[in-house]
């Protein structure tokens, strides 16, 4: 089972993207494990207690007599034990939205060792069984055990069908996310400390000049630009090139790139509607095969992946502010649509490989983002009405005229929100 990191600073309570099965998600998991591991408990404890309180009988014949009894009695104390300790996991995990164990040690936990159980329940209750039948015409009253047992047994048994049960829910939970890819191995080396390698896709642009900039501040990365220059350019990154932690690549993100990183900021596409209408096909590309791309290098090397989206992945939103449960209301045929439809399929590809691969993924979606660098002849509105003060010329203002936008500065953007978000297990919330 991938779950959420640990909540270390609790204090996160905003509504987020998140790369992880939702903390919801894991709640109502975890909650349904809770009953089946309450009903294993109660079944068995009850058969086991049926046997052990028995005391009718004056005939000098007892359940204990019989190894097959003694059995059934022995197999569901200790699943009555074990299952008392996996409660109390799990209210644990419930009230701390984690997992007690590591991944792969937790989807044991979870699922694997009910098979064992739900075994050793089966073939003492089945033994059992076989012993009562054979009782059966022997038993009389003054054998009331005989009876008791066949409750014990029955009790067993659906002390057996719970853990089955439970098992058999671990389908969907599976499918819910894989164990993300193995980071190299130097990741791990106690004697070879690493620089972190990060590739930023789309790094000579407007936002992703500035994310370089955040990102060489810490010593310990090393930056690698990958960009095709279509809307970025060499000058946003000029005082870096030469730099002995910096690397920059003419290359397009429609093609493999073959790098070794630790992790990837995917932002290469051009985001203003006069850029990415020019070429739709080569933006629905960028933004499809470019992605794929991406997830297959994440995947290849264990690499964590963010993917700048945008609010347009809202299209004509009907209802304000946009929330992240709300789905949108996208044209797919519009003359925008190869933006807005090209970063749905990306969010897409995203969790799907998330979910198939277990890349771990984290996904922005950005909104109007303006400030140093951007281009004068961008198209966007706040460079638009800055260009048309500084000519002394009215304003534009494009109908109908009552759009509304959340503005955010390039650097808060940058700082606050991108350059820490594949660093720890946080989610986040972009506007
Ligand atoms: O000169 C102008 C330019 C734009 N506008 C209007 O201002 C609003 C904002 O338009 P912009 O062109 O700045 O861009 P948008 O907000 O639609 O999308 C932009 O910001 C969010 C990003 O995720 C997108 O990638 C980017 O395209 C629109 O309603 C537009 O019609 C004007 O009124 N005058």
């Given at each position: 089972?991938?779950?959420?990191?640990?909540?270390r600073?609790?204090?996160?309570?905003?509504?987020?993207?998140?790369?992880?099965?939702?903390?919801?998600?894991?709640?109502?998991?975890?909650?349904?494990?809770?009953?089946?591991?309450?009903?294993?408990?109660?079944?068995?404890?009850?058969?086991?207690?049926?046997?052990?309180?028995?005391?009718?009988?004056?005939?000098?014949?007892?359940?204990?007599?019989?190894?097959?009894?003694?059995?059934?009695?022995?197999a569901?104390?200790?699943?009555?034990?074990?299952?008392?300790?996996?409660?109390?996991?799990?209210?644990?995990?419930?009230?701390?939205?984690?997992?007690?164990?590591?991944?792969?040690?937790?989807?044991?936990?979870?699922?694997?060792?009910?098979?064992?159980?739900?075994?050793?329940?089966?073939?003492?209750?089945?033994?059992?069984?076989?012993?009562?039948?054979?009782?059966?015409?022997?038993?009389?009253?003054?054998?009331?055990?005989?009876?008791?047992?066949?409750?014990?047994?029955?009790?067993?048994?659906?002390?057996n069908?719970?853990?089955?049960?439970?098992?058999?829910?671990?389908?969907?939970?599976?499918?819910?996310?894989?164990a993300?890819?193995?980071?190299?191995?130097?990741?791990?080396?106690?004697?070879?400390?690493?620089?972190?390698?990060?590739?930023?896709?789309?790094?000579?642009?407007?936002?992703?000049?500035?994310?370089?900039?955040?990102?060489?501040?810490?010593?310990?990365?090393?930056?690698?630009?990958?960009?095709?220059?279509?809307?970025?350019?060499?000058d946003?990154?000029?005082?870096?090139?030469?730099?002995?932690?910096?690397?920059?690549?003419?290359?397009?993100?429609?093609?493999?790139?073959?790098?070794?990183?630790?992790?990837?900021?995917h932002l290469?596409?051009?985001?203003?509607?006069?850029?990415?209408?020019?070429?739709?096909v080569?933006?629905i590309?960028?933004?499809?095969?470019?992605?794929?791309?991406?997830?297959?290098?994440?995947?290849?090397?264990?690499?964590?992946?963010?993917?700048?989206?945008?609010s347009?992945?809202?299209?004509?939103?009907l209802?304000?502010?946009?929330?992240?449960?709300?789905?949108?209301?996208?044209?797919?045929?519009?003359?925008?649509?190869?933006?807005?439809?090209?970063?749905?399929v990306?969010?897409?590809?995203?969790?799907?490989?998330?979910?198939?691969?277990?890349?771990?993924?984290?996904?922005?979606?950005?909104?109007?983002?303006?400030?140093?660098?951007?281009?004068?002849?961008?198209?966007?509105?706040?460079?638009?009405?800055?260009?048309?003060?500084?000519?002394?010329?009215?304003?534009?203002?494009?109908?109908?005229?009552?759009?509304?936008?959340?503005?955010?500065?390039?650097?808060?953007?940058?700082?606050?929100?991108?350059?820490?978000?594949?660093?720890?297990?946080?989610?986040?919330?972009?506007?």
């Open positions: 089972m991938r779950s959420p990191q640990p909540h600073s609790g204090g996160d309570t905003q509504q987020h993207f998140q790369s992880t099965v939702s903390v919801q998600k894991l709640k109502r998991f975890n909650s349904l494990i809770l009953v089946f591991r309450f009903a294993a408990f109660c079944f068995s404890l009850a058969s086991a207690v049926f046997m052990l309180t028995n005391s009718r009988g004056s005939d000098s014949l007892h359940w204990y007599n019989f190894d097959a009894f003694r059995y059934v009695v022995a569901n104390a200790i699943v009555a034990i074990y299952s008392l300790f996996e409660m109390a996991a799990s209210v644990w995990e419930i009230s701390r939205n984690a997992t007690l164990f590591p991944e792969i040690c937790q989807v044991w936990f979870d699922f694997g060792h009910d098979q064992v159980f739900a075994y050793l329940l089966l073939s003492a209750n089945t033994a059992g069984t076989e012993l009562a039948r054979t009782l059966k015409d022997t038993c009389t009253d003054n054998k009331a055990f005989c009876v008791q047992s066949d409750i014990a047994i029955v009790l067993g048994f659906a002390g069908w719970t853990r089955m049960s439970k098992e058999a829910s671990n389908g969907d939970h599976n499918s819910a996310a894989k993300p890819p193995t980071p190299s191995p130097l990741r791990f080396s106690k004697f070879f400390q690493s620089n972190m390698r990060i590739l930023i896709t789309g790094g000579a642009g407007f936002i992703g000049s500035h994310l370089v900039d955040r990102l060489m501040e810490n010593e310990k990365n090393e930056v690698i630009v990958a960009d095709n220059y279509f809307t970025g350019s060499k946003n990154l000029k005082k870096w090139i030469g730099h002995p932690r910096f690397e920059l690549i003419r290359h397009d993100v429609t093609e493999p790139l073959l790098v070794e990183v630790d992790q990837i900021y290469a596409c051009p985001a203003s509607p006069i850029f990415y209408k020019y070429n739709p080569k933006t590309k960028t933004n499809v095969i470019g992605t794929l791309n991406m997830l297959g290098l994440a995947k290849r090397v264990g690499a964590r992946i963010l993917l700048t989206s945008t347009e992945v809202y299209g004509d939103p209802i304000h502010p946009q929330n992240e449960s709300y789905w949108g209301n996208v044209n797919p045929i519009g003359v925008r649509s190869c933006y807005d439809e090209g970063k749905r990306a969010e897409t590809l995203m969790f799907d490989y998330h979910r198939q691969h277990g890349i771990e993924i984290r996904i922005a979606r950005i909104f109007n983002t303006y400030g140093p660098r951007m281009n004068i002849d961008d198209g966007r509105v706040v460079s638009n009405f800055i260009a048309q003060a500084i000519r002394n010329e009215p304003l534009t203002v494009q109908a109908p005229g009552t759009q509304t936008r959340s503005f955010c500065y390039v650097s808060d953007m940058v700082s606050k929100k991108l350059s820490g978000a594949l660093n720890d297990g946080r989610r986040f919330k972009l506007s």
